[in-house]
């Protein structure tokens, strides 16, 4: 069964950074697969943030975080990590952070029926 599993959330205040990451897990999951992030603020709709290609060569963000974040990956050859470095967090960054894995990067930014998902993680920025 495949896993994805987000970490490195947390309360930091504005200006500041945070890393987030999430693993993969499972026998069947592909390192072929495109991998993002998507973000939901209590009262608000989810929203893409970013995405890579299975091989880190291609990205693509949201412009609310364009030149603030970086999304990059690791693929090991039981695991696959991605990474969302987060800088000059703003207030309007808080939310639960989603990762999600789809093997068509171009189903990125637009579609939501990606193949796998993780749990969230939390990350609050004061002003």
């Known amino acids: 069964q495949v896993q994805l599993v987000e970490s490195g959330g947390g309360l930091v205040q504005a200006g500041n950074s945070l890393r987030l990451s999430c693993a993969s897990s499972g026998r069947t999951f592909s390192r072929s697969y495109a991998m993002g992030w998507f973000r939901q603020a209590p009262g608000k709709e989810r929203e893409f943030v970013a995405a890579i290609d299975w091989s880190g060569s291609s990205t693509s963000y949201a412009d609310s975080v364009k030149g603030r974040f970086t999304i990059s990956r690791a693929n090991a050859w039981n695991t696959v990590t991605v990474y969302l470095q987060m800088n000059s967090l703003k207030p309007e960054d808080t939310a639960v952070y989603y990762c999600?894995?789809?093997?068509?990067?171009?189903?990125?930014?637009?579609?939501?029926?990606?193949?796998?998902w993780g749990q969230g993680t939390q990350v609050t920025v004061s002003s």
């Open positions: 999600a894995a789809d093997p068509d990067y171009s189903s990125f930014p637009a579609r939501y029926d990606h193949d796998y």
